[in-house]
């Protein structure tokens, strides 16, 4: 089976960056049955709380591509995706996301993000980060129009 090869690339990588000092995850982009870029955690060495497995692999296709579009892709994860990295590839257009540990599976070890994802499911209000909308616009200015402005210009 193909997906079972995927996600035997992606704990390979994992079990390869537990022996390098890292988290034990890892993952790969696929496209049209071809592995397009891999990923592992890289926390340990970056001290950057971004640096997961799938964002990783997510940069490095988007690179590839010269694109951040990834429509068509699938990803490959030796972990269950935390929020983060699943927003991530929503945002990039992924078409599938399959992974081998499940959340319940990494809990015994402080590897799991349910209640992360439990967390994030309430509304901003009861969340245990304060969240809030301030509307500042110095002298008027609209980012977002600015943006549409300078886009038009480029075109």
């Given at each position: 089976?193909?997906?079972?090869?995927?996600?035997?690339?992606?704990?390979?990588?994992?079990?390869?960056?537990?022996?390098?000092?890292?988290r034990?995850?890892?993952?790969?982009?696929?496209?049209?049955?071809?592995?397009?870029?891999?990923?592992?955690?890289?926390?340990?060495?970056?001290?950057?709380?971004?640096?997961?497995?799938?964002?990783?692999?997510?940069?490095?296709?988007?690179?590839?591509l010269?694109?951040?579009?990834l429509?068509?892709?699938?990803?490959?994860a030796?972990?269950?995706?935390?929020?983060?990295?699943?927003?991530?590839?929503?945002l990039?257009?992924?078409?599938?996301?399959?992974?081998?540990?499940?959340?319940?599976?990494?809990a015994?070890?402080?590897?799991?993000t349910?209640?992360?994802?439990?967390?994030?499911?309430?509304?901003?209000?009861?969340?245990?980060?304060?969240?809030?909308?301030?509307?500042?616009?110095?002298e008027?200015?609209?980012?977002?129009?600015?943006?549409?402005?300078?886009?038009?210009?480029?075109?």
């Amino acid at each position: 089976m193909t997906e079972e090869r995927f996600l035997r690339e992606a704990i390979a990588l994992a079990r390869a960056n537990v022996e390098a000092g890292g988290r034990p995850f890892g993952a790969v982009v696929v496209r049209e049955g071809e592995i397009l870029a891999t990923g592992v955690n890289e926390i340990h060495a970056t001290n950057d709380p971004t640096t997961h497995a799938e964002m990783e692999a997510i940069r490095a296709a988007s690179r590839r591509l010269g694109s951040p579009d990834l429509a068509g892709c699938a990803v490959y994860a030796s972990g269950h995706p935390c929020p983060m990295c699943l927003a991530a590839m929503r945002l990039a257009g992924v078409t599938r996301v399959a992974y081998a540990c499940s959340n319940d599976e990494g809990a015994p070890f402080g590897l799991s993000t349910a209640d992360l994802y439990q967390e994030l499911a309430r509304p901003f209000a009861e969340q245990s980060m304060a969240i809030s909308h301030l509307p500042v616009r110095p002298e008027g200015a609209d980012l977002y129009q600015a943006w549409a402005q300078a886009r038009r210009g480029r075109r």
